[in-house]
T-cell receptor
Framework: GDSVTQMEGPVTLSEEAFLTINCTYT??????LFWYVQYPGEGLQLLLK???ADDKGSNKGFEATYRKETTSFHLEKGSVQVSDSAVYFC?????????????WGLGTSLAVNP | SQTIHQWPATLVQPVGSPLSLECTVE??????LYWYRQAAGRGLQLLFY??????ISSEVPQNLSASRPQDRQFILSSKKLLLSDSGFYLC??????????????FGSGTRLTVV
């Protein structure tokens, strides 16, 4: 079945460092790919998404490119801030049958130190 | 506008007590609705999803149940809570574009502690 694999955390960076959180997937068909962010004590918020190969999603300085050849959707940011400390989840849409669910990675915790 | 409400925000319940968490959505009709649990330091576990009134699919067998008495209302229940039911419970609503799933909107979550 479809699955998502994220790099394990926690990831600890200094402010203004470059961030990469790896995400790879296995899927039949052509899923859409998502990154969600969860700030401490809150629900999840959609950060960015891409719906087809070579699409680049971007938001708040974060970017991720849908790479079908490597089945990847790595999250990047050029200069992280303390306020980016959160848990980041990679997900794909389940395109099987009625296309009803998102398949989630386990999440990667990011801590940014001043 | 489309919004999702979830309550209560926090709950402390003794072992063996009942549970009822409620989720409602506004600004849409016939949404797909979901209940997730997030245990401390772990990922998201899909518990139930519903594609319509009275239609519930269970993903994980356990002592929890879900009901959808109205189109925009989704309830998570238990008759007797276990310690292992502690966690962060999230309701979500599926966003669709021309039939394709294009993401979820999540509620703000309920932190449940069973003591």
């Amino acid at each position: 079945g479809d699955s998502v694999t994220q790099m394990e955390g926690p990831v600890t960076l200094s402010e203004e460092a470059f961030l990469t959180i790896n995400c790879t997937y296995t899927a039949t068909g052509y899923p859409s790919l998502f990154w969600y962010v969860q700030y401490p004590g809150e629900g999840l918020q959609l950060l960015l998404k891409a719906t087809k190969a070579d699409d680049k999603g971007s938001n708040k300085g974060f970017e991720a490119t849908y790479r079908k050849e490597t089945t990847s959707f790595h999250l990047e940011k050029g200069s992280v801030q303390v306020s980016d400390s959160a848990v980041y989840f990679c997900a794909l849409s389940d395109n099987a049958g009625n296309n009803r669910k998102l398949i989630w990675g386990l999440g990667t915790s990011l801590a940014v130190n001043p | 506008s489309q919004t999702i409400h979830q309550w209560p925000a926090t709950l402390v319940q003794p072992v063996g007590s009942p549970l009822s968490l409620e989720c409602t959505v506004e600004g849409t009709s016939n949404p797909n609705l979901y209940w997730y649990r997030q245990a401390a330091g772990r990922g998201l576990q899909l518990l139930f999803y519903s594609v319509g009134i009275g239609q519930i699919s269970s993903e994980v067998p356990q002592n929890l149940s879900a009901s959808r008495p109205q189109d925009r209302q989704f309830i998570l229940s238990s008759k007797k809570l276990l310690l292992s039911d502690s966690g962060f419970y999230l309701c979500a609503w599926a966003l669709r574009d021309r039939g394709s799933l294009v993401g979820y909107t999540f509620g703000s979550g309920t932190r449940l502690t069973v003591v």
